[in-house]
Nanobody, 124 residues
Framework: QVQAVESGGGLVQAGGSLRLSCAVS????????MGWFRQTPGKEREFVAV????????DYADSVKGRFTISRDNAKNTMYLQMNKLKPEDTAVYYC?????????????????WGQGTQVTVSS
């Protein structure tokens, strides 16, 4: 059974940085498209970033483009999200997700496996 576990969340001041990690076990990590999503109370889960199986292709939500960087290390079965210049509106629970399809997608319905989430709080 595939499991995804996020880590690296926490409390940071506006303008600061955090790096989230997502460790995947129970499957072939290099065969998964990997994505980051986030959710705040009362709102739908939203797309943040995605990276293709080999890491060649990435896509970002407009709200994080230029500030966040998604990457992966297939040898370590781990995906990362480097978050710089954080804003209070980035406060959310961040989820990683794995998908069997090739390429990239912003649609959460296409993802097959989800982590439990990690809280990111940005203070003003």
């Amino acid at each position: 059974q595939v499991q995804a576990v996020e880590s690296g969340g926490g409390l940071v001041q506006a303008g600061g940085s955090l790096r989230l990690s997502c460790a995947v076990s129970g499957g072939t990590f290099s065969s998964y498209t990997m994505g980051w999503f986030r959710q705040t109370p009362g709102k739908e889960r939203e797309f943040v970033a995605v990276i293709s199986r080999g890491g060649l292709y990435t896509d970002y939500a407009d709200s994080v483009k230029g500030r966040f960087t998604i990457s992966r290390d297939n040898a370590k079965n781990t995906m990362y999200l480097q978050m710089n210049k954080l804003k209070p509106e980035d406060t959310a629970v961040y989820y990683c997700a794995a998908a069997i399809f090739a390429g990239t997608s912003r649609h959460l319905g296409r993802y097959d496996y989800w982590g439990q989430g990690t809280q990111v709080t940005v203070s003003s």
